[in-house]
């Protein structure tokens, strides 16, 4: 039996997207699942708010001049959530684990960002690049060793931190500061990517992943300023435009991208512009990559 089977619940599509799993080259499944949020807890609706907003937008990509709805996408519907953490991330590592045996490219919906850790652990030689307000490095956070603060720590102990870029960071602590430099991982802050030379700045993202043969991609929807995305699980000032952030997700995307995931949308502190803003970059990322080129 499959594992996509046993622990997938269905639910409604994302977009118009109605491939088979045999038949798809992308698979889009939903994670719901927020048990350790701090702040704004509600990313449990995540999935739901963001298939909702992709069936109102336009699958045309004027960036590539491409239309996506053509893509051989199917979407498994949500992981059921049933016990701790650590056993929704196992199963959500055996989800995974198969879409990516299956030679096809895994699209989480968060949840809370706890849930990269489940997507990220069947990967094996993979660089991760992570566009995130926060570095979500911390040892322990209010008493948890795995949270959506501590979870790319974890990352950083199983794959090696030399496989981790953080770009837009603008939310951290000394003691994510002296991990990151000590153990070698690579961030940007915010500020860098809104003052940097832009060329520098994509060569620098181009140097790091030219190091590896494929990359994983977490986005938490925080990397956007507060006022282009409000309803996100932590809230931080001065963060990024939809049109930067695109751009430079587009220059990754020269990459060989294996996965990716979108999280912390919590949709109950909006009207539903932060999901439009998720399934945007959803729709803009499968344009990037257009694996099946139809
Ligand atoms: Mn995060
Ligand atoms: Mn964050």
Excluded: W
């Excluded at 990517?193 to 990359?215: A, G, P, T």
Aim: proline share 4%; with cysteine; net charge negative.
């Amino acid at each position: 039996m499959s594992h996509i089977h046993t622990h997938m619940m269905k639910t409604f599509n994302f977009s118009g997207y109605d491939k088979e799993f045999r038949e798809a080259t992308y698979v889009i499944l939903g994670v719901p699942l927020d048990d350790t949020s701090t702040y704004r807890p509600g990313s449990r609706f995540g999935p739901s708010a963001i298939r909702e907003a992709s069936q109102n937008l336009e699958s045309y990509s004027l960036r590539t001049k491409r239309d996506v709805e053509d893509l051989k996408v199917f979407d498994a519907g949500d992981l059921i959530i049933n016990g701790t953490v650590e056993e929704n991330l196992d199963r959500l590592q055996l989800v995974v684990g198969e879409i990516l045996a299956a030679g096809k490219v895994p699209i989480s919906l968060g949840g809370e960002h706890t849930i990269t850790y489940g997507c990220v652990r069947p990967l094996k030689d993979a660089a991760v690049l992570s566009f995130d307000a926060h570095l979500d490095m911390r040892d322990e956070y209010l008493g948890r060793r795995l949270s959506h603060a501590t979870f790319m720590r974890r990352i950083a102990e199983s794959i090696g931190s030399e496989r981790i870029m953080e770009i837009g960071i603008r939310a951290i602590c000394n003691e994510e500061i002296e991990f990151a430099e000590k153990e070698k991982a690579e961030y940007i802050t915010t500020l860098e990517v809104m003052k940097d030379d832009r060329r520098r700045l994509i060569k620098r993202i181009h140097d790091f992943l030219s190091k590896f043969n494929k990359f994983y991609l977490t986005i938490d929807v925080d990397i956007l300023d507060p006022s282009y995305a409000p309803a996100v699980g932590n809230p931080v000032p001065e963060g990024l435009s939809p049109t930067i952030l695109l751009d430079l997700i587009q220059s990754a995307c020269d990459h060989n991208l294996i996965g990716f995931d979108v999280v912390e949308v919590s949709p109950h502190y909006d009207y539903g512009v932060t999901a439009l803003q998720a399934a945007h970059i959803i729709f803009n990322v499968l344009a990037f990559t257009n694996k099946n080129k139809t």
